[in-house]
């Protein structure tokens, strides 16, 4: 059967550099620093002095200016700096192409950087260094960008764990296609061993689940490649008809979702294989069966000589420079047999893509798609093809016809680690364990570095790999940046409360120190996704409590008062100075500077003790409400208010509150 799923899984996100990735600057404060003329906005972009290095460098220096000041309702809004960074960071990654033939699971760390912003503001005004954050050479289409931004991981995947791909889930393939599947290490805890596991289905119905590869220790927002087709998979046998994969964790419960293959044993007069990469960073195969062709265009540089008198009609005049030849195929896909609409469209896929293989038996050869438009929509279409020309990207200046073989170096060389990294476990502490962060290749015969200087990550699947070795000076469990606790009620209000009960939201604890980081406010943003996939109706409904508290209890700070209420979007909160608000969460100082200014419909905050509050409650048409107000559990105030007015309320309920210090207030709204 196919393995459970992994439950407890929180999502992490990364910035997509296929996409705009911007950083606002905030404006520096105008009541501190009313004169702007001076001010000028920097922002420092920092990267990893090499792959998986925990030090980072300063790549470049941005310099901006603020945008003007806008009067919105008489209120001056600085909106401060805006810098664009998603070409910087798209440039410190890059493709990782797939081995030919490959069969094992191999980890790839081009595809994502961690990276870190520091914000400067001058004269002498803001010095910051941000908590490091992830990009990835991915994107979204503009009308999905729109709706999901940067946040795609963590609202897609919790209900997806989709590999890194947008082809059909169930695909048709060839019995020698390479098929190649990705998916992004971005969940937490990490498991601490990924196993790929296939289940095969035999032409007599039986089905048998295997264990097909495992690796060991892939970091946080590495990328896992697997090799998951038929040969790669040793599924040679001819009564096989179709496998499933996906990936597992240690304790063989499933964190990616199912995709199935089946093989096509038919013989096929045409076939040919295009791997390309995706708008994710991972190489998709694409299988031709239709027609196709090759075509040469050959260029000549020619000069002319000046023919002697003796030389006889054999000479000639021409001289050729230069020769150089481009080759090129025009192929189609052959008639869709299945799914010809989800074809179709993926066939944009294709069409967008930074890199083209045509897999042949040389190897991998790069193409460039001359192809510039395709329909990929037709309504009442019957069974179509599409067709596509490439032109190969290197050229010829001689011909040959030789059978393949593997290329043997001038020079014997081998790899070596450079630098150090930890290797850590699912929460992010140290295992005891080191490796090197990378390999740099060197001539064994004298130990010298290979020049031009070659180096690569050091990662699980590469052949080169360095296995990693103990560190008698680290601590199993240990970290240099631990978590803060985070104490915190959650969003969602008990549901499933008797009828004469309220509910109230659940409080939701992360302790210090369950997750671990090598770079500081890394393992706070683990602790804050796990307390974000803890944030649901189920959680709420299990931990909250009903019948709400009127003496409930608050760590409230000194020189404050708490607030509370069992209905927060209907309750306001707010303090008046000469007239006007200047505190609390209603709309109207919703952008206004100054301190205690909380979101519309906030709950549990915490106020100076200075009187002058007044809370307004909102009801809809026809309602009436029945108010009671509770000083520190002790019933101050009832009221009954009816809402004749059509929509939300006009006439607003206004009482003054004079709230004295450590003083705990709950405002609880019945509706009649």
């Known amino acids: 059967m196919i393995d459970f799923l992994r439950k407890g899984i929180s999502w992490l996100d990364v910035d997509m550099v296929r996409n705009e990735v911007q950083h606002i600057v905030q404006a520096a404060d105008p009541a501190t620093y009313p004169d702007r003329a001076g001010i000028r906005y920097y922002l420092d972009v920092?990267?990893?002095?090499?792959?998986?290095?925990?030090?980072?460098?300063?790549?470049?220096?941005?310099?901006?200016?603020?945008?003007?000041?806008?009067?919105?309702?008489?209120?001056?809004?600085?909106?401060?700096?805006?810098?664009?960074?998603?070409?910087?960071?798209?440039?410190?990654?890059?493709?990782?192409?797939?081995?030919?033939?490959?069969?094992?699971?191999?980890?790839?760390?081009?595809?994502?950087?961690?990276?870190?912003?520091?914000?400067?503001?001058?004269?002498?005004?803001?010095?910051?260094?941000?908590?490091?954050?992830?990009?990835?050479?991915?994107?979204?289409?503009?009308?999905?960008?729109?709706?999901?931004?940067?946040?795609?991981?963590?609202?897609?995947?919790?209900?997806n764990m989709q590999f890194l791909t947008w082809q059909p889930k169930v695909k048709l393939i060839g019995a020698a296609q390479e098929e190649y599947l990705y998916f992004l290490v971005n969940l937490t805890p990490l498991p601490t061993q990924i196993n790929l596991?296939?289940?095969?289905?035999?032409?007599?119905?039986?089905?048998?689940?295997?264990?097909?590869?495992?690796?060991?220790?892939?970091?946080?927002?590495?990328?896992?490649?697997?090799?998951?087709?038929?040969?790669?998979?040793?599924?040679?046998?001819?009564?096989?008809?179709k496998y499933e994969v996906w990936l597992a964790d240690e304790n063989m419960l499933r964190f990616t979702e199912v995709r199935t293959y089946e093989i096509d044993r038919r013989r096929h007069r045409f076939e040919r294989f295009i791997l390309f990469a995706n708008s994710f960073g991972g190489f998709d195969t694409l299988r031709l069966l239709g027609k196709s062709s090759e075509?040469?265009?050959?260029?000549?540089?020619?000069?002319?000589?000046?023919?002697?008198?003796?030389?006889?009609?054999?000479?000639?005049?021409?001289?050729?420079?230069?020769?150089?030849?481009?080759?090129?195929?025009?192929?189609?896909?052959?008639?869709?047999?299945?799914?010809?609409?989800?074809?179709?469209?993926?066939?944009?896929?294709?069409?967008?893509?930074?890199?083209?293989?045509?897999?042949?038996?040389?190897?991998?050869?790069?193409?460039?798609?001359?192809?510039?438009?395709?329909?990929?929509?037709?309504?009442?279409?019957?069974?179509?093809?599409?067709?596509?020309?490439?032109?190969?990207?290197?050229s010829d200046t001689n011909f040959s016809s030789l059978a393949p073989v593997s290329a043997a170096p001038a020079r014997a060389?081998?790899?070596?680690?450079?630098?150090?990294?930890?290797?850590?476990?699912?929460?992010?502490?140290?295992?005891?364990?080191?490796?090197?962060?990378?390999?740099?290749?060197?001539?064994?015969?004298?130990?010298?570095?290979?020049?031009?200087?070659?180096?690569?990550?050091?990662?699980?699947?590469?052949?080169?790999?360095?296995?990693?070795?103990?560190?008698?000076?680290?601590?199993?469990?240990?970290?240099?940046?631990?978590?803060?606790?985070?104490?915190?009620?959650?969003?969602?209000?008990?549901?499933?409360?008797?009828?004469?009960?309220?509910?109230?939201?659940?409080?939701?604890?992360?302790?210090?120190?369950?997750?671990?980081?090598?770079?500081?406010?890394?393992?706070?943003?683990?602790?804050?996704?796990?307390?974000?996939?803890?944030?649901?109706?189920?959680?709420?409904?299990?931990?909250?409590?009903c019948a709400i508290g009127q003496n409930y209890t608050w760590a409230v700070p000194a020189g404050h008062f708490h607030y509370r209420t069992n209905m927060p979007s209907r309750v306001g909160v707010y303090y008046v100075v000469d007239g006007a608000a200047t505190r609390g969460n209603i709309q109207s100082i919703q952008g206004m500077p100054g301190s205690y200014i909380f979101p519309v419909g906030s709950n549990d905050l915490d106020f100076p003790n200075d009187p002058g509050y007044y809370y307004n409650v909102y009801g809809e048409t026809g309602q009436t409400i029945k108010i009671e107000i509770f000083q520190n559990g002790t019933l101050r105030t009832t009221l009954t208010r009816s809402f004749p007015v059509a929509g939300y309320a006009n006439e607003s309920l206004f009482f003054e509150l004079i709230p004295a210090a450590l003083d705990r207030y709950l405002i609880k709204l019945t509706i009649l």
């Not at 998986?52 to 200016?65: C, D, H, N, V, Y």
């Not at 596991?197 to 927002?221: C, D, E, H, M």
């Not at 000046?306 to 230069?322: H, K, M, N, T, V």
């Open 295 to 394: 075509d040469s265009d050959v260029t000549r540089q020619t000069a002319v000589k000046e023919r002697d008198a003796a030389q006889g009609i054999d000479y000639s005049e021409l001289a050729i420079i230069s020769i150089k030849e481009n080759s090129g195929i025009q192929v189609s896909t052959g008639l869709f047999e299945r799914d010809q609409e989800k074809y179709l469209s993926y066939l944009r896929e294709l069409m967008l893509s930074e890199c083209i293989l045509e897999d042949t038996a040389h190897g991998y050869e790069a193409v460039n798609l001359i192809t510039g438009s395709i329909t990929y929509r037709e309504d009442n279409a019957g069974l179509m093809e599409r067709s596509f020309q490439f032109r190969r990207t290197h």
């Open 46 to 159: 920092e990267v990893p002095e090499y792959p998986q290095a925990t030090s980072f460098k300063k790549m470049i220096r941005l310099e901006g200016r603020e945008k003007p000041v806008k009067i919105s309702d008489g209120a001056e809004i600085y909106e401060g700096c805006t810098f664009r960074i998603e070409a910087l960071l798209a440039g410190q990654m890059t493709l990782t192409l797939p081995e030919k033939g490959q069969s094992n699971l191999s980890v790839v760390a081009s595809l994502t950087t961690p990276y870190q912003l520091r914000e400067v503001i001058e004269p002498a005004i803001r010095d910051q260094l941000l908590t490091a954050r992830t990009a990835m050479r991915a994107g979204l289409a503009l009308r999905d960008f729109v709706s999901y931004e940067h946040r795609f991981f963590s609202r897609f995947q919790p209900a």
């Open 413 to 545: 060389t081998a790899w070596r680690g450079v630098g150090n990294v930890y290797l850590l476990d699912g929460y992010g502490k140290r295992t005891g364990m080191v490796k090197a962060a990378a390999l740099r290749k060197y001539y064994t015969d004298n130990g010298s570095d290979v020049v031009p200087l070659t180096q690569k990550a050091n990662v699980e699947g590469d052949k080169d790999y360095l296995i990693p070795s103990p560190d008698p000076s680290t601590v199993p469990g240990s970290t240099p940046f631990p978590n803060a606790a985070i104490n915190r009620k959650g969003t969602f209000v008990k549901n499933n409360c008797g009828a004469a009960e309220e509910g109230m939201e659940a409080m939701i604890s992360i302790p210090a120190g369950t997750y671990g980081a090598e770079k500081a406010g890394i393992s706070d943003a683990l602790a804050e996704a796990a307390w974000n996939q803890l944030n649901t109706q189920e959680y709420a409904n299990l931990y909250g409590s």
């Open 197 to 241: 596991r296939v289940r095969v289905t035999y032409a007599n119905g039986t089905r048998a689940v295997l264990t097909k590869n495992t690796i060991q220790s892939a970091s946080a927002f590495q990328v896992v490649c697997a090799p998951v087709g038929p040969v790669a998979l040793g599924l040679g046998d001819a009564s096989i008809i």
